[in-house]
């Protein structure tokens, strides 16, 4: 299932410019018939009014995964942060003079294994989104509502 960009938008005009804007995503590997894939998760959280309760849109998607180290997903995780970044750009237009934030659902920790992405990460959504970041613990637009919508998924 995909975001409707358009009633993102709708919504978003439909809001105040006090409400927060959320962006981020998250990935899991999943092998199928010996094939390994990733189901990408995409969150959109708006913080009405930055106060009052919020609205989530997401999308899941599934995709081949071409990761060779299991421990270091650099293939999987820059694919989700090129993902977050383009569904920011197709928001861009009724996002600007709001606050937003992009999540990314990276650990800084140099022991973690999606810390081989860390700089690359950020400084693709410094230049995409003219951005920084949010990792983790920060994250969470990337782990719980993206983890909350992949709930909802599979309950559906």
């Not at 309760?53 to 997903?73: A, T, Y």
């Not at 081989?116 to 693709?124: H, M, P, Q, R, T």
């Amino acid at each position: 299932m995909k975001i409707n960009i358009q009633e993102v938008k709708e919504y978003l005009n439909n809001t105040s410019k006090e409400s927060k804007i959320y962006i981020g995503g998250d990935s899991e590997r999943v092998i199928i018939n010996n094939v390994w894939y990733a189901d990408y998760t995409l969150a959109v959280v708006i913080h009405i009014n930055g106060k009052n309760g919020c609205k989530l849109f997401g999308e899941s998607c599934r995709e081949r995964d071409f990761d060779q180290k299991i421990n270091r997903p650099r293939f999987r995780l820059m694919n989700e942060v090129y993902k977050i970044s383009e569904l920011y750009l197709k928001l861009a237009d009724v996002l600007e003079g709001r606050d937003v934030q992009i999540h990314l659902d990276i650990n800084p920790k140099e022991t973690a294994g999606s810390n081989c992405v860390l700089n690359e990460a950020i400084g693709y959504i410094k230049g995409t989104c003219n951005i920084i970041p949010f990792v983790k613990p920060e994250a969470f637009a990337a782990s719980t509502a993206a983890d909350r919508i992949k709930e909802l998924r599979r309950a559906a």
